[in-house]
């Protein structure tokens, strides 16, 4: 069960001026991501103080905008393309990826090959970082012309990806 912390609040001692009580529930609820990666709906009905109807609604319309996005194997809802993406931009230039690029290229050079994260989103796959081969001859492992974050069908990437979804 997902425990909502004292901080988790997030207003100022006196409140808004002129609150409107469902972005602030979508705003609890965006902000329990900072804790879990991961939600289910009765979680965050019970955290955040509201029904359950009222929690899904909140969900799904956080879902529309690609805010979130539901796992549709566990059915648990986690942060969607939108929500990474303003994390991104919101995020200094010694990201979290600049911690993991040595570990990117010390696989790469293992394997001989360009090594890269990827995050998906049903079956479409957004590049998050990628350390290239040195070797003269080096795989293509974005579109054309694509940079990373954004998301295109994974059956124009590499056929691994195609061949783990398959599995999945």
């Known amino acids: 069960m997902v425990q909502k912390s004292p901080e988790d609040s997030g207003a100022g001692a006196a409140g808004p001026r002129y ?8 705003a609890e609820l965006l902000r ?3 804790q879990h990666s991961e939600l289910r709906l009765s ?6 103080g509201v029904a359950a109807s009222t929690a899904h609604r909140l969900l799904t319309t956080l879902e529309a905008s690609g805010m979130i996005s539901q796992n549709t ?3 648990c809802y986690e942060p969607g393309p939108e929500l990474l993406r303003l994390a991104r931009a919101l995020t200094p230039s010694a990201s979290r990826w600049s911690y993991a690029r040595p570990f990117l290229g010390d696989l790469g050079e293992r ?4 090594v890269s994260v ?3 989103h049903h079956t479409d796959a957004a590049f998050v970082e990628s350390v290239e081969a040195q070797t003269p001859l080096r795989p ?3 579109p054309a012309g694509k940079s990373c ?7 124009s990437s590499s056929p691994a990806i195609p061949a783990k979804l398959s599995r999945l």
């Not at 609150?19 to 979508?26: F, H, L, R």
């Not at 394997?111 to 360009?114: Q, Y």
């Not at 974050?149 to 059956?155: A, D, G, I, K, V």
């Open 43 to 48: 979680d965050v009905g019970e955290t955040i």
């Open 73 to 75: 194997t566990t059915r």
């Open 111 to 114: 394997v001989g090959a360009t």
């Open 140 to 142: 293509v492992v974005s």
């Open 149 to 155: 974050w954004r998301r295109f069908p994974t059956r």
């Open 32 to 34: 329990l991501f900072g």
């Open 19 to 26: 609150p409107v009580e469902s972005v602030a529930k979508a």
């Open 118 to 120: 990827v995050t998906l």
